[in-house]
């Protein structure tokens, strides 16, 4: 059987935040597993950072991982790429944003820093439900602390405003529209698809042998531009309308069913 590179997104593709209680589903598990026996090579592609992966990739035995939406690059453990946000470009931009009340969220390595007057993305971030058994809140791993205008390496970073004035200004960052919520910025040039190209290049596995599932803005990206893509049922209709193929939504076995119908598992597999 020929080794394919098979990555999923987490929030909503693999985890099921519509559970009164996040979970994984255990068909999820399952195909995840079974996938692995097979011998591919089966990890994240992601926009949380590697702080807020590691449960979820020790409970589902992965080493290899697209993170922070493409600006981490890491295989069997090791990390063999990074990206970090043009630091002028950033600070020009965090500057803009302080005239306004929208909030902007900004993560490093180890913090999260927020500009947040009504104190909604705290209350997100918070949301224990949210949160996998075993797993800590997201500002346990990472603290959140109060965006200033010190120059920072960041690895992310999400505005949420319905409009960037002049982004050409802004000669070093991309920005993802996430739906007509804001946007996620990104380093010129770096996405999901372009650490997976990085993972896929590192493993000599050609694109046609690389599938990837997801279900939300950020995915869009890599859904449209790589063949083998699932977008999960319970996605956002934009992710649906560029991926290959869609799939029952997660909690009714999508996943599995997904891994089927694209021949990498069989029928007796769901069982």
Same mark, same amino acid.
């Given at each position: ?90 600070? /020009?931009? #965090? =500057? ?7 909030? $902007?969220?900004?993560?490093? *390595?180890?913090?999260? +820093? !927020? ?108 859904? /449209?531009? #790589? =063949? ?7 996605? $956002?209709?934009?992710?649906? *309308?560029?991926?290959? +193929? !869609? ?25």
């Amino acid at each position: 059987m020929r080794r394919r590179l098979i990555l999923f997104d987490v929030d909503d593709t693999i985890i099921d935040h519509s559970a009164q209680k996040s979970e994984i589903p255990k068909a999820t598990s399952k195909a995840i597993q079974l996938l692995q026996e097979k011998g591919h090579i089966v990890g994240l592609a992601t926009g949380r950072s590697k702080a807020h992966i590691k449960h979820i990739m020790e409970l589902l035995d992965m080493d290899t991982a697209v993170s922070f939406g493409g600006h981490i690059v890491t295989l069997y453990g090791k990390e063999i790429y990074r990206h970090t946000l043009d630091v002028e470009d950033v600070n /020009k931009l #965090i =500057k803009k944003t302080y005239k306004t009340l929208f909030p $902007v969220v900004c993560f490093d *390595e180890n913090n999260i +820093y !927020v500009k947040d007057f009504f104190g909604r993305v705290k209350h997100a971030l918070y949301k224990e439900t949210n949160t996998l058994l075993g797993e800590e809140l997201v500002t346990d791993i990472t603290p959140m602390k109060k965006l200033g205008k010190t120059k920072r390496e960041y690895l992310a970073m999400m505005v949420f405003k319905n409009k960037i004035k002049h982004p050409e200004q802004y000669k070093h960052l991309d920005f993802n529209p996430w739906g007509n919520q804001g946007y996620e910025v990104y380093a010129k040039g770096v996405s999901k698809l372009s650490g997976i190209e990085i993972l896929a290049k590192m493993l000599n596995i050609g694109m046609e042998d690389v599938y990837v599932f997801g279900d939300n803005y950020n995915d869009i990206h890599m859904l /449209k531009n #790589i =063949k083998n893509s699932t977008a999960v049922g319970n996605g $956002v209709a934009a992710a649906k *309308e560029v991926a290959s +193929y !869609v799939s029952p939504p997660i909690n009714e076995g999508g996943i599995m069913t997904a891994c089927i119908e694209l021949g990498l598992l069989d029928e007796s597999d769901n069982v």
